[in-house]
């Protein structure tokens, strides 16, 4: 009898642990779907639909890699400027929250991000607000991996001006070589560098731009998403 029960007892053992491992299950999975994401690039998939070349000054060439068994888009600049572009309009009450990751092969040393002929950045990624017919309204956020600049400092374009600022999202080359994964609640930056409640953005880039300064770098691009959190 007293063999019975123990066995009695571990199998009411394992069916305890197997009920709390599908409880648990079921929670995470309710979890990740209560939770709105909007997928912008699904680089780890090896798929670009939805995202158009925009050339500058010659081509930088995006393409898609393997690091460590992950696919990434890979960009290499040589003394040139294009970006990829999705346009998608997105409801930021819904999904302000920006992720994605980055790497890059190094900085571009000591130019000075503040002036034309030092707006080239190893990595960015644009949020863009479109003024439609009204262009000169179109606004932007550009989150850059900076050349000497610090980290979190932001400043109007050199080009663009006050419509376009820029955050310096990482800076320098202590990081380089590295993944790095970040987040921005993009409605709270558009209010607190334009003073305005952005609703709605128009479109994503990404660019890894060496024209002004005719240097050469390389990049790399993670998946970039959009979420509640």
Request: charged share 20%; with cysteine; glycine share 6%.
């Amino acid at each position: 009898m007293k063999q019975l029960n123990k066995r009695i007892d571990r199998h009411v053992d394992r069916l305890k642990a197997i009920l709390l491992a599908l409880i648990t299950t079921v929670l995470l999975t309710t979890n990740c779907h209560s939770e709105p994401r909007m997928i912008i690039g699904n680089f780890s998939a090896g798929n670009l639909d939805g995202w158009q070349e925009k050339t500058f000054k010659d081509r930088t060439f995006y393409r898609f890699v393997k690091d460590n068994n992950t696919t990434v888009l890979q960009a290499d600049s040589h003394s040139n400027a294009s970006g990829l572009v999705y346009n998608q309009s997105v409801d930021l009450t819904k999904t302000p929250v920006l992720h994605w990751s980055w790497k890059v092969s190094h900085s571009l040393g000591n130019l000075d991000d503040r002036t034309q002929s030092g707006d080239d950045y190893a990595a960015r990624i644009y949020i863009v607000v479109s003024g439609g017919l009204a262009f000169w309204n179109t606004r932007s956020l550009n989150y850059v991996w900076a050349n000497s600049i610090p980290e979190q400092t932001a400043w109007p374009n050199a080009f663009a001006g006050q419509n376009v600022m820029m955050i310096a999202q990482q800076s320098g080359n202590e990081k380089a070589g590295q993944w790095i994964h970040e987040q921005r609640n993009i409605r709270q930056d558009f209010k607190q560098f334009f003073h305005e409640d952005i609703k709605t953005i128009d479109a994503i880039a990404i660019m890894t731009d060496t024209d002004n300064s005719s240097k050469q770098v390389m990049s790399w691009y993670g998946d970039i998403y959009l979420s509640t959190q």
